[in-house]
């Protein structure tokens, strides 16, 4: 069973819609970290979070400590928010992954 | 900001080969990762270092090793290339307790 595991696997919205990605984890964490993929990209760092809430632009990073579960937010979506979304949960210096979940935002 | 660089994008070598991918880092980050990444399983860890001369297997060394010779610069080596090692090899580096930088990804084709 993967340490951190992301839901939906995929997931398709019209542009303007609310969207919601979920991490569960089961380890003890320093910091959780959400990341953006875009095909063919690179991968690139969102957020860290350690507890509460952070935003930036339209997206918004929750995490529960005491339930190790996180949200990723994006609020009126645009095609451009299309890429896939990783989990990634920090244990002193070594990182571990969901498998990512991947969004497409229709005009 | 802070740049991570993979000395390329696509390669293709023949089974048996030894490849060498090189990661380069220019901000003074003593860890430094090499994951691959397959459909549907993730990001996995291969090795990592905390330190120059240092480094740590992660969930799945086997046929590869790793060189640091200098902070700034992580080198993952196939030493006989499979076709099973047909991957996207990225590299990342981060500070103690903060965020983690990637390279772009060596899409890497083993014939």
């Known amino acids: 069973k993967n340490e951190v595991e992301q839901s939906p696997q995929n997931l398709t919205a019209q542009e303007g819609e609310f969207i919601t990605i979920n991490c569960s984890y089961s380890v003890g964490i320093s910091a959780l970290h959400w990341l953006q993929q875009h095909p063919g990209g690179g991968i690139v760092s969102l957020f860290m979070?350690?507890?509460g809430k952070k935003k930036h632009g339209r997206l918004i990073a929750t995490i529960n400590i005491q339930e190790k579960h996180s949200s990723l937010h994006i609020t009126a979506s645009h095609p451009r928010d299309s890429a896939v979304y990783i989990c990634?949960?920090?244990?002193?210096?070594?990182?571990?992954f969901g498998t990512g979940t991947s969004l497409t935002v229709i005009p | 900001d802070v740049k991570v660089t993979q000395s390329s994008r696509y390669l293709v070598k023949r089974t048996g080969e030894k490849v060498f991918l090189e990661c380069v880092q220019d901000m003074d980050h003593e860890n430094m990762f090499w994951y691959r990444q397959d459909p549907g399983l993730g990001l996995r860890l291969i090795y990592f270092s905390y330190d120059v001369k240092m480094k740590e297997k992660g969930d799945i060394p086997e046929g590869y090793s790793v060189s640091r010779e200098k902070k700034e610069r992580f080198s993952l080596i196939l030493e006989s290339a499979s076709t099973n090692q047909t991957s996207m090899y990225l590299c990342?580096?981060?500070?103690?307790?903060?965020?983690?930088?990637f390279g772009s990804g060596t899409q890497l084709s083993v014939l």
């Open positions: 990634a949960v920090r244990r002193g210096n070594q990182f571990y």
């Open positions: 979070l350690s507890s």
């Open positions: 990342a580096s981060s500070l103690s307790g903060e965020k983690l930088f």
